[in-house]
Every structure is written in structure tokens, then in C-alpha cells.
């Protein structure tokens, strides 16, 4: 089922200022973490993923940090730049025997401000 | 090269209609996915296939249909289309990975909007 609520949060930030974009998720078996962004008209793209196994993981200007005892993973991205407006996926996926399934957080809308 | 590709990115019917939409990847993965996006931007699995089998399938109604002819498409068919069916359909392929040799990121298609009048 899904983890969290049915509306889209916005985030409005400054250009140049950081921004931390939270996500909730429920399934405690869920072992690996991925954030997506979705620019309009387009289909999500992979930003930065996380193990279980880990508590932070960096990319380039992007930082992901899972927090498993409460079941939470936040984005922070660095300097946000007007092309980092977007709306931001966290996905939880659990390994099956069958496979592999991602459950999908609502999505958080970043609008970056001149 | 377009990595998934899908077709077509808009459609635009009317209620009752019977349409289809078709999804390709190049990856060389082993799974291949539908979700349905709806207008509040939110992402819901509908159907999962592995190498041709069907292995999720999500509350959907029988009007949906995936169909899988070999691991590279996977398409979807809608009969009896209702209002409620407006939504962008995305397709998504990742490759299937052990625990211990890590996990296989989804790979999205373009979307396709469908707009049932």
C-alpha cells in the first residue's frame, strides 16, 4: 500500500540556499532507497539511492540520509539552482522472491526563487 | 537512443473506447513496469513483469490488460475506457538484482497522457 499521504507538499527556496526535502516510508523490509526527479512533462530520473545498510550516501551537490529507526529519508541538495525545480520522489523498494517492488512517496514539488 | 521508449505520449478518446499503449526498453533488463500517475502527481504500480511473466499486479480493474511478448516490450491495452481512467501511464525497466550484489534503479518512459472525454 502507499506510505504516506494524498496531497503534493511544496518546497519554495531561494536560489543558491540549501534544501531538505523529507519522505516517510512504512515497510520496514524495505532494503534499498532511491530519490527520483520529475521534471514536467517527463518521466522521473534517478537522482541518488541508498542500502539499508547505510545512514548517508553524497553525490554531486545531493545527499541522501536514511533514518531507519523512524523509517525516514530526506534529500538535501546543495546551492539549488532554478533547474533543480522539480517535484521530488523518495521510493522504497523490497527485494521479493518474485522480484523487486517500489512504492512511491507523493512526490514534493521544489519551486527554486530568484 | 532512447533507453525506454513509449507510445504514444498523448491520446485522447472518448469514454467506451477500447486504446492501447506500447512500451519498448534497450537496457537489456529483465523487468518491466506500468504505473499510473495521477493528477496530483502521485505514482501507483499497476503491473510488474520478469522476463515475460507477470508478477505484480496491483488492484486494478479487469479492464486493464498488460501484455508481454518478449522481455524488451511490454504493453497495455484499456477496454471500456472511463473518465476515471485519465492519468499519465508511465512505463519504467530495471534489472533484478540479488540482495547481495545490490539493486536495480527503475528506468521511466516519457509517459503517456491519456484523456478519456
Known amino acids: 500500500g502507499e506510505s504516506v499521504g494524498l496531497h503534493l507538499p511544496t518546497l519554495s527556496v531561494q536560489e543558491g540556499d540549501n534544501s531538505i526535502i523529507n519522505c516517510a516510508y512504512s515497510?520496514?523490509?524495505?532494503?534499498?532507497f532511491i530519490w527520483y526527479k520529475q521534471e514536467s512533462g517527463k518521466g522521473p530520473q534517478f537522482i541518488i539511492d541508498?542500502?539499508?545498510?547505510?545512514d548517508k550516501r553524497q553525490g554531486q551537490r545531493v545527499t541522501v540520509l536514511l533514518n531507519k529507526t523512524v523509517k525516514h529519508l530526506s534529500l538535501q541538495i546543495a546551492a539549488t539552482q532554478p533547474g533543480d525545480s522539480a517535484v521530488y520522489f523518495c521510493?522504497?523498494?523490497?527485494?521479493?522472491?518474485?522480484?523487486?517492488?517500489?512504492?512511491f512517496g507523493p512526490g514534493t514539488r521544489l519551486s527554486v526563487l530568484p | 537512443d532512447t533507453a525506454v521508449s513509449q507510445t504514444p505520449k498523448y491520446l485522447v478518446t472518448q469514454m467506451g473506447n477500447d486504446k492501447s499503449i506500447k512500451c519498448e526498453q534497450n537496457?537489456?533488463?529483465?523487468?518491466m513496469y506500468w504505473y499510473k500517475q495521477d493528477s496530483k502527481k502521485f505514482l501507483k504500480i499497476m503491473f510488474s513483469?520478469?522476463?515475460?511473466?507477470?508478477?505484480i499486479n496491483e488492484t486494478v480493474p479487469n479492464r486493464f490488460s498488460p501484455k508481454s511478448p518478449d522481455k524488451a516490450h511490454l504493453n497495455l491495452h484499456i477496454n471500456s475506457l472511463e473518465l476515471g481512467d485519465s492519468a499519465v501511464y508511465f512505463c519504467?525497466?530495471?534489472?533484478?538484482?540479488?540482495?547481495?550484489?545490490?539493486?536495480?534503479?527503475?528506468?521511466f518512459g516519457e509517459g503517456s497522457r491519456l484523456t478519456v472525454l
Open positions: 519504467a525497466s530495471s534489472q533484478t538484482r540479488g540482495r547481495l550484489v545490490g539493486t536495480g534503479e527503475l528506468f
Open positions: 515497510n520496514s523490509a524495505s532494503d534499498y
Open positions: 541508498i542500502r539499508s545498510n547505510m
Open positions: 521510493a522504497e523498494m523490497e527485494a521479493l522472491w518474485y522480484g523487486q517492488n517500489f512504492v
Open positions: 537496457l537489456g533488463h529483465d523487468t
Open positions: 513483469y520478469n522476463n515475460k511473466e507477470l508478477i
